[in-house]
């Protein structure tokens, strides 16, 4: 779990082109980004130094800003300076680096700006592990019906929606959610979600539902590696409370299993070999990046 005391006002953020301490990062209250949540984002996790399936998410940042017609700011190869170039500023071995762009400052009004550049700004923070006790007992997730927009698969900092969605997990004292539209299954509040049967890991079908985290590719591989059955699928309510194991993933969280669910327990109600097999690979795969 990441610390959520506030970072230190020392810490070096990125804004419109300088480095500078985050104390000293203002951006105009006009900009399209306060005002209207006009922007996207990406989160890559970094470990000993690098940057961790770097290609995948400047893809998916790129594809984000496509879909919202923000015209790229910057070349693949300044994106990747910047990355590293924040992470060298930081002691910390592991870091996630959070970068975001909004279409920049200006006059309030609906309809894109004539001539408004972008605001980009990146800041890089410390990725602590996940506390022993979730790896060893799992984690309490709620379902919830899936009230957000029809987008999600633009990683939009609008996040409305997947705010009140994890307060609604945190009210039922647990650490995610898991979201049903039209009882379907999407996804997290902030995680991708798997439901583990026997030998086989099926994930929400890729669609406008769910935002396709970079895990997601990622687990397709590991679950290929592992000799488990990948698929992606509608899923019903009832599929998902019948799992033998639930799993979550994202950058920060990487896979953490949910063994309980509205109360009652997943499966056996511990985290389960699929889990276990799967942690290790991804944990090879860092090794091996
Ligand atoms: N869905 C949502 C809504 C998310 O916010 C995230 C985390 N960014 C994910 C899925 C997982 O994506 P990733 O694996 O890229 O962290």
Same mark, same amino acid.
């Given at each position: 779990?990441?610390?959520?005391?506030?970072?230190?006002?020392?810490?070096?953020?990125?804004?419109?082109?300088?480095?500078?301490?985050?104390?000293?990062?203002?951006? *105009?209250?006009?900009?399209?980004?306060?005002?209207?949540?006009?922007?996207?984002?990406?989160?890559?996790? @970094?470990?000993?130094?690098?940057?961790?399936?770097?290609?995948?998410?400047? @893809?998916?940042?790129?594809?984000?800003?496509?879909?919202?017609?923000?015209?790229?700011?910057?070349?693949?190869?300044?994106?990747?300076?910047?990355?590293?170039?924040?992470?060298?500023?930081?002691?910390?071995?592991?870091?996630?680096?959070?970068?975001?762009?909004?279409?920049?400052?200006?006059?309030?009004?609906?309809?894109?700006?004539?001539?408004?550049?972008? &605001?980009?700004?990146?800041?890089?923070?410390?990725?602590? *592990?996940?506390?022993?006790?979730?790896?060893?007992?799992?984690?309490? @997730?709620?379902?919830?019906?899936?009230?957000?927009?029809?987008?999600?698969?633009?990683?939009?900092?609008?996040?409305?929606?997947?705010?009140?969605?994890?307060?609604?997990?945190?009210?039922?004292?647990?650490?995610?959610?898991?979201?049903?539209?039209?009882?379907?299954? &999407?996804?997290?509040?902030?995680?991708?979600?798997?439901?583990?049967?026997?030998?086989?890991?099926?994930?929400?079908?890729?669609?406008?539902?769910?935002?396709?985290?970079?895990?997601?590719?990622?687990?397709?591989?590991?679950?290929?590696?592992?000799?488990?059955?990948?698929?992606?699928?509608?899923?019903?309510?009832?599929?998902?409370?019948?799992?033998?194991?639930?799993?979550?993933?994202?950058?920060?969280?990487?896979?953490?299993?949910?063994?309980?669910?509205?109360?009652? *327990?997943?499966?056996?109600?511990?985290?389960?070999?699929?889990?276990?097999?799967?942690?290790?690979?991804?944990?090879?795969?860092?090794?091996?990046?």
């Amino acid at each position: 779990m990441q610390d959520d005391s506030p970072p230190d006002p020392e810490t070096w953020v990125f804004l419109n082109g300088t480095f500078m301490p985050l104390r000293e990062a203002k951006v *105009p209250v006009l900009d399209r980004g306060f005002i209207f949540g006009d922007g996207i984002y990406e989160v890559v996790p @970094a470990y000993a130094g690098r940057p961790f399936r770097w290609a995948e998410h400047l @893809a998916r940042l790129k594809r984000s800003l496509a879909r919202i017609r923000i015209a790229n700011p910057l070349s693949d190869q300044a994106w990747l300076e910047l990355v590293r170039a924040l992470i060298a500023r930081h002691s910390w071995r592991d870091q996630f680096v959070y970068l975001h762009i909004t279409r920049g400052v200006a006059k309030r009004d609906h309809a894109f700006p004539k001539d408004a550049s972008p &605001t980009v700004f990146a800041m890089s923070s410390e990725l602590l *592990p996940v506390p022993a006790v979730q790896r060893e007992e799992g984690v309490a @997730a709620v379902s919830l019906d899936d009230v957000r927009w029809l987008q999600c698969d633009i990683k939009s900092i609008s996040l409305l929606g997947n705010v009140l969605a994890r307060q609604a997990a945190v009210d039922g004292g647990a650490v995610e959610c898991i979201q049903f539209r039209d009882g379907v299954m &999407t996804e997290g509040s902030s995680s991708n979600i798997w439901v583990v049967k026997d030998e086989t890991v099926t994930g929400a079908p890729l669609d406008h539902r769910i935002l396709e985290g970079i895990r997601v590719g990622l687990i397709e591989s590991l679950c290929a590696a592992c000799g488990l059955t990948f698929r992606t699928s509608a899923l019903s309510r009832q599929e998902v409370a019948c799992a033998n194991e639930l799993l979550l993933s994202s950058a920060t969280k990487e896979i953490l299993p949910i063994t309980r669910l509205d109360g009652h *327990p997943v499966g056996s109600g511990r985290p389960g070999p699929v889990y276990a097999r799967l942690y290790q690979a991804y944990q090879d795969a860092i090794a091996a990046a």
